[in-house]
């Protein structure tokens, strides 16, 4: 089945403690994104991938990184989790420039206490 | 920055009524696409109309483009109560959505 697979689904964390939020897509799809998701905000994009070693930041990168090491994996790290980082995150991939609509995961609820 | 933005907000109807949302958009776009979201849930992609085109069908959804005012509208006719959800629309080099329509479907 073509899907997109984050882990963990539920996530509670203390602040400051570094965290790595996994995402997995096995359709061979170049493109990948991070999204947050926030009440009265919308999705908002943190970074996204074109392709391998290929990533860029998006509305909102401050305090997240990324890595590309491989077209299937794009996970989302979090060096030092702040409160304001409370929100639901999803990852989505994509054939090239989303031409072909985006598949999502079903979403990390992060808390940071 | 977001690409589209969605009117209503929110939008209530009963069971058997067509549902129509909009969206409107800043900059131009090679596509625009629909998205639904129930509570808390991943999003679902619906559907895609590319920009040469002005109207698309799939079951009981149609969408609409109008690039000159850089608008889309999605209509879902016969509303089920299973239709309850968000509803989002995105588009631009980086898909950039917007806050979404709540639909709520009464039985």
């Known amino acids: 089945e073509a899907q997109v697979t984050q882990n963990p689904r539920y996530l509670i964390t203390v602040t400051g403690k570094k965290l790595t939020v996994t995402c997995s897509q096995n359709?061979?799809?170049?493109?990948m994104s991070w999204y947050r998701q926030d009440p009265g905000l919308g999705l908002r994009q943190i970074y996204y991938?074109?392709?391998?070693?290929?990533?860029d930041k998006g509305d909102v990168p401050e305090g997240y990184k990324v890595s590309r090491k491989e077209k299937r994996n794009f996970p989302l790290i979090l060096e030092s989790p702040s409160p304001n980082q409370t929100s639901l995150y999803f990852c989505?991939?994509?054939?090239?420039?989303?031409?072909?609509?985006?598949?999502f995961g079903s979403g990390t609820r992060l808390t940071v206490v | 920055s977001q690409q589209g933005e969605e009117d209503p907000q929110a939008l209530s109807i009963q069971e058997g009524e067509n549902a129509t949302m909009n969206c409107s958009y800043k900059?131009?776009?090679?596509?625009l696409q629909w998205y639904r979201q129930n509570s808390g849930r991943g999003l679902v992609h619906l559907i895609l109309?590319?920009?040469?085109?002005r109207e698309k069908h799939s079951g009981r959804l149609r969408v609409t483009l109008d690039t000159s005012k850089k608008s889309s509208s999605l209509l879902i006719t016969a509303s089920r109560a299973a239709d309850t959800a968000s509803y989002f629309c995105?588009?631009?080099?980086?898909?950039?959505f917007g806050e979404g329509t709540q639909l709520t479907v009464n039985p």
């Open positions: 109309i590319r920009s040469n085109e």
């Open positions: 900059t131009s776009i090679n596509n």
């Open positions: 989505a991939s994509s054939s090239y420039r989303g031409k072909g609509g985006y598949t």
């Open positions: 995105a588009g631009g080099s980086r898909l950039t």
């Open positions: 991938s074109m392709n391998v070693e290929v990533t």
């Open positions: 359709m061979n799809h170049e493109y």
